[in-house]
């Protein structure tokens, strides 16, 4: 993955509360933004435009365009549009589809971008990385990180369960992620960002610590901030190294062999605990699959419907998606074989005595 964008490396704001929509108007006129509502506010179906009709009466010059799918041509679709005038900036409300468009065509056309989440699927909410699907393969593009981040806990409670649920197993996915990094650095001499590492390792830790469940507001207020400390941690370092590993390179590689098999956090959890097995990091394993358990999130490649041939299939096929990156996958450069005589065991271990 190319360097990401890093002209800014925090967000003017961050609100993640009950009723934070309720104030976003007033945020979009606050002269940090726009001074006058000149906005161009991108929705996908559903909750995004819900929440545009209530904030469009009080925005005087405020145009409102929806997009679906997540593909780059929707997002240059998005672009071009956004050339018709002169636009402050760019809202992106919806889920990570829509805030991805919004991110990659706000980049393109040099404006500031707003982020109002109405999912916690994964770290996108505030990353510097755009997923779009292009010629049926999902690809990561380097982009400005959001000028504000809001996660209204409300909207958040109304989308569906599992969406928000697979969060987790992203953030979770930052404990593999970082332990591949260090790995490098032993290894390879790469350089390892004591600061993005701390922001994503507090983020996990964090959530796999955390008692509560997404009923619990103390709970989901934990998840937003550790998703949206991911993606602030990718942005201080300038990859997206912090958060993605051995677990993405598997995640990806299940897209492109199997696509529609699971969501982004699914597949990061399960790909997580699979290489902290690999490194032979039993109390981490421990810790990962108690909390992948207690959330219902995947931990054997069964549970997303995959069988074990097309699981070590994709793990012999990782390495593939992320050329310049070296991980515990790359380290072992397993045979088929060996994938299979590992994924046996890791399996044994989950049922029998982690179960």
Known sequence: ????????????????????????????????????????????????????????????????????????????????????????????????????????????????????????????????????????????????IPIAVIVDLDFVESGPERHNRAGIGDVVSNISALADWELARRVRNEPVDGLAASLARMGAEAVLAHPGDMTDDAFVTVLAEALISSGLAMAVCGTSRPSSGGCHEIMHAVDALFPGTASHGELAGLGALFCTWLRGDRRRVEEMSACLARHNLPRLPADVGLTDDQFVEAVQFAPATRPDRYTILEHLAMSPTETRERLADYAGAIRDHLG
């Open 1 to 144: 993955m190319p360097l990401l964008a890093r002209t800014v490396l925090t967000p003017l704001h961050i609100d993640v509360r009950r009723g934070a929509v309720a104030d976003l108007a007033s945020i979009l006129v606050d002269g940090r933004i726009s001074s006058g509502g000149d906005v161009a506010v991108v929705v996908g179906p559903g909750q995004g435009e819900r929440i545009a009709e209530l904030i469009q009466p009080s925005l005087r010059s405020a145009d409102v365009f929806t997009t679906t799918g997540g593909t780059l041509e929707s997002a240059d679709d998005l672009g071009g549009k956004l050339r018709a005038r002169s636009y402050d900036a760019v809202v992106g409300i919806g889920g990570g589809k829509t805030i991805d468009v919004a991110k990659y065509a706000a980049t393109r056309r040099g404006l500031p971008m707003v982020s109002v989440a109405t999912s916690l699927a994964n770290d996108g909410i505030a990353s510097p990385v755009a997923s779009l699907i292009t010629d049926g393969i999902k690809g990561s593009y380097g982009v400005h």
